[in-house]
């Protein structure tokens, strides 16, 4: 799933269902620290998910290393890797591609539920909530709610190895495209200068499958900076 929505110089490596075990063996020591006092299912999840990077990094031919999280629970990539990594419920996935062919990569993978009541006003701005409308009259085969939330979780990966900068979700106004199954997310604040330019937006692609919603967000050289943000085809 995650890898239809990347590029092919992006190496992908996903698992769906919850696995056999913990996978905590394959752990380095380093890795296995950073979770010593988790909870069985936090210690899970982290171990699966380092095993889809290893694989996505395998293919890359980078030798396995140890994914240490820094600062906000990002990871850190080896020497000229980019990446993103995530999980939820039944699913993990890892992406990553060298630093000569991607400025950034932003995944993220949520279950296909509605939003815990009240979130949704928290992460969303009353343009956002007003085109979820029109995308539930539309169909009502994906909750909105929650893929808009997974597309600004691929925004702030994106965005976040680039600045060290929190991006706050009334920060970026994101714009779902139905159709196309693409997204554009306009950013309200000032951007990062990628390639000598500033960076305005960051363009995504999403998709559903086996009750999971995935969003990717890849930002090329010289992609996303000056200019106007490209409109969805088929609107929100």
């Known amino acids: 799933m995650i890898a239809s929505l990347l590029p092919d110089e992006v190496y992908a490596d996903e698992s769906f269902g919850e696995g056999p075990d913990d996978g905590a063996g394959a752990l380095f020591p380093e890795e296995a620290a950073t979770v010593a006092g988790a909870v069985p299912k936090r210690r899970k999840e982290f171990a699966q998910v380092r095993s889809c990077a290893r694989s996505a990094l395998a293919r890359l031919g980078v030798p396995p290393v140890p994914l240490v999280p820094g600062r906000r629970g990002a990871p850190r990539w080896p020497a000229g890797v980019v990446g993103s990594m995530t999980h939820c419920a039944g699913y993990r996935a890892a992406a990553v591609a060298r630093e000569a062919d991607a400025v950034g990569i932003g995944i993220d993978a949520e279950p296909d539920g509605p939003l815990p009541e009240g979130v949704l006003e928290a992460v969303s701005l009353p343009s956002e909530r007003k085109a979820l ?17 997974s597309a600004k979780e691929s925004v702030f990966k994106t965005w976040y ?12 106004e994101i714009a779902i495209d139905a159709e196309a199954r693409t997204f554009v997310a ?10 000598g330019a500033r960076l305005r937006h960051f363009a995504g692609r999403w998709a559903s499958e086996a ?20 409109s969805p085809s088929g609107g929100t």
């Open 133 to 149: 409308g029109a995308l539930r009259a539309r169909s009502a085969e994906v909750h909105w709610d929650r893929l808009l939330f």
């Open 161 to 172: 190895p680039l600045t060290a900068r929190e991006l706050d979700f009334s920060e970026a």
């Open 186 to 195: 306009r950013l309200l604040v000032e951007g990062p200068v990628v390639g």
């Open 211 to 230: 009750g999971v919603l995935a969003t990717a967000v890849l930002l090329p050289h010289g992609g996303g900076a000056d200019g106007p943000a490209p």
